[in-house]
């Protein structure tokens, strides 16, 4: 079951290391065209542990790979070290529409997948590889898939309806 788009967070960069020792962090921009992550912008931080944190960017200035931000009550090089590897989430609801005939993967998740009138299952979420992006796909009866997403195997995204409709299974 998908949440509701005004819950959902959704993963923009990671926390790469820390950089100096006034806390400042470096991050690695999932989408460098993105202007999501502007100073004082209210993020989710999603900790290796499993634990979540909300906080606002006091500071943001772009480097080369990524973007530089300070944190507010991150003060040292020790209360940034704690923060590597957390996934920087901001609201599905901030980020800009997407385009026609594109798609952002979270919006994928929980769609269900038919090859002609036969559900195949639900997109669990899209795994990135080198060569390409492919659907995790539960199927109904059990067990998963991978579909790649290409033209041979997948013939229609339909966010909107919640439907992705498959080309083909073949060679899966």
Known sequence: MRRNETEKT???????????????????????????????????????????????????????????????????????EALRGAQVEVPRASLEPAADGEFYFCD?????????????????????????????VAKAGGGRVEVPLTDGYVAKVDVAALRIELASLEGL
Do not use: M, Q, W
Not at 115 to 131: A, F, H, K, N, Q
């Open 108 to 136: 994928v998740e929980g769609c269900d997948v038919f090859l002609g009138d036969e559900r195949i299952g639900s997109v669990e979420r899209v795994v990135s590889y080198p060569t390409c992006d492919c659907l995790l």
């Open 10 to 80: 959704v993963a923009v960069a990671e926390v790469a290391r820390p950089h100096g020792v006034r806390g400042e962090l470096k991050l690695r921009v999932f989408n460098e065209e993105s202007g999501v992550l502007g100073r004082g912008a209210a993020v989710t931080l999603a900790l290796p542990s499993g634990a979540r944190r909300e906080v606002r960017f006091a500071s943001v200035r772009e480097v080369p790979g990524g973007l530089l931000v300070t944190l507010a009550g991150v003060v040292d090089r020790e209360g940034a």
